[in-house]
């Protein structure tokens, strides 16, 4: 029987890297797409670009906290905030199911003009197709972005070493989790919005010349969650392993209790505001201190640090004292949620 595509080649867990090196390196493999980082880095002369794309699919198209539109242009941005760019420019394709009706297409546009505007980001280019009823689910949506390094910045795999630290921004897992109650059909409500937006304004606070040299690592912890961000670091710099404290994880109380009620991992689950930065130790405080004094970094902690030991795994220290490995999530718990 010939294999086929399942939902899970798509979670940003195990399976979406086994595709990515399987296939989209077989055919394309080359210097800049093997970085694989959230946005590619292209020179041109003395100007160094960055470029990235993403496809945006969701259910329900409107949730608490945002819409497709609005995630689709804040994912943009924040992927090109992981190589250290000034967002400048992005592109916009709309594939719309036959019969949905304009003024959710306008609510949706809305939104991206809202943040467009806000960041000071231009829709530049774009497309628009139109498939017959069943075709797709509502609309999707596929953008590219393009921004420029302004400095001598560097963020990569290859920047990690042992001891440096490892910081989130804020509370996790609440987009995932805002999602779901929002399909409805668990018999509760909880009070729970999605982190969706755009963190140009907190990472240009870090872009500082005394920080510079000190920045390794940038990524937005959407699909898979902190855990398959982590993950990703260990199984390309197979070298290191990785350590984290779970009472240091930020993360809302709410959104801890109906992750234990629906036995789900926090770690797991997507986020859509939130960066994980891996600095030098020396500038750690500093940094950390930095983001609590932005309002989108208030809660940000210093979860873990990169050791010598147990290469190319992540240990996480429980609330009980005890250690366990944090493996790759074969698949999304949470389906269409970015």
């Known amino acids: 029987m010939k294999e086929k595509i399942l939902l899970s080649y798509g979670s940003g867990g195990k399976y979406t890297h ?25 020179k041109i002369g003395k100007t160094k670009l ?4 993403d496809g945006y699919t969701i259910d329900p198209i409107f949730f608490p906290g945002g819409d497709i539109g609005k995630l689709s242009i804040c994912g943009t941005i924040n992927d090109l905030l992981c190589v250290g760019a000034k967002p400048l420019y992005i592109s916009l394709s709309l594939i719309i199911e036959e019969g949905l009706d304009f003024d ?75 999602v779901l109650l929002s399909r409805g059909g668990y018999g509760f409500k909880y009070d729970i919005k999605s982190d969706c937006v755009s963190l140009k304004s907190m990472i240009e606070c870090l872009l500082q010349e005394k920080f510079i040299k000190h920045l390794k690592f940038f990524r937005d912890p959407t699909r898979g969650g902190l855990a398959s961000v982590l993950n990703e670091i260990v199984e390309k710099r197979k070298d290191i392993g990785i350590e984290i404290d779970e009472n240091l994880i930020p993360i809302d109380k709410t959104v801890k209790s109906v992750c234990e009620l629906l036995g789900f991992e926090p770690l797991y689950i997507a986020n859509e505001g939130k960066m994980l930065i891996i600095v030098k130790k020396d500038v750690a405080e500093g940094i950390l201190e930095i983001l609590k004094s932005h309002p989108l970094g208030k809660n940000a902690s210093i979860i873990g640090k990169v050791v010598s030991e147990n290469k190319g795994r992540i240990v ?23």
Do not use: M
């Open 18 to 42: 086994e595709f990515i090196n399987n296939y989209i390196l077989k055919f394309f493999s080359n210097d800049i797409l093997n970085q694989l980082l959230d946005s590619a880095v292209i």
């Open 316 to 338: 996480l220290k429980t609330i009980y004292g005890t250690k366990r490995i944090i493996d790759n999530p074969t698949a999304e718990e949470l389906p269409r949620i970015c």
């Open 50 to 53: 960055a470029f990235t794309t």
């Open 104 to 178: 959710v297409v306008e609510k949706i546009l809305f939104s991206i003009k809202t943040i467009s505007e806000q960041e000071k980001v231009l829709v530049v280019t774009g497309d628009t197709k139109v498939v017959p009823k069943g075709s797709c689910d509502k609309i999707f949506i596929t953008t590219a972005g393009l921004g420029v390094i302004e400095n001598d910045l560097e963020l990569n795999y290859e920047k990690i070493e042992t001891e440096d630290v490892i910081i989130i921004t804020g509370n996790i897992a609440e987009h995932g989790l805002a």
